[in-house]
């Protein structure tokens, strides 16, 4: 069983950045590949990026290509999600999600409870 909990969204300027966190329990937490989604208003949840259980492959949605950037620590047990030059498009409910293979689809067996990011134009 894992549990994951997302902070570090609010409100921002387009242009700006934020960094979201994923904290997980677990023991099992080195063993899990770990995705970020977002769902906007009226949308369907959609891929944003993923990474492997060691960190050394990471995938994007080519909407964020360049501007995010996914890491993790698994001293800590989080994930990261590293946002610059954010646009209004951005705007959505972003979940960290886990699971034992990695993927780019929303077959994870483990999600949090999202946090809110607002980009102003």
Request: glycine share 10%; with cysteine; charged share 20%.
């Amino acid at each position: 069983q894992v549990q994951l909990v997302e902070s570090g969204g609010g409100l921002v300027q387009a242009g700006g950045l934020l960094r979201l966190s994923c904290a997980a329990s677990g023991r099992t937490f080195s063993r899990y590949a770990m995705g970020w989604f977002r769902q906007a208003p009226g949308k369907e949840r959609e891929f944003v990026a993923a990474i492997n259980w060691s960190g050394a492959s990471t995938y994007y949605a080519d909407s964020v290509k360049g501007r995010f950037t996914i890491s993790r620590d698994n001293a800590k047990i989080t994930v990261y999600l590293q946002m610059n030059s954010l646009k209004p498009e951005d705007t959505a409910v972003y979940y960290c999600a886990a699971d034992r293979e990695l993927t780019m689809t929303l077959d994870y067996d483990y999600w949090g409870q999202g946090t809110q990011v607002t980009v102003s134009s």
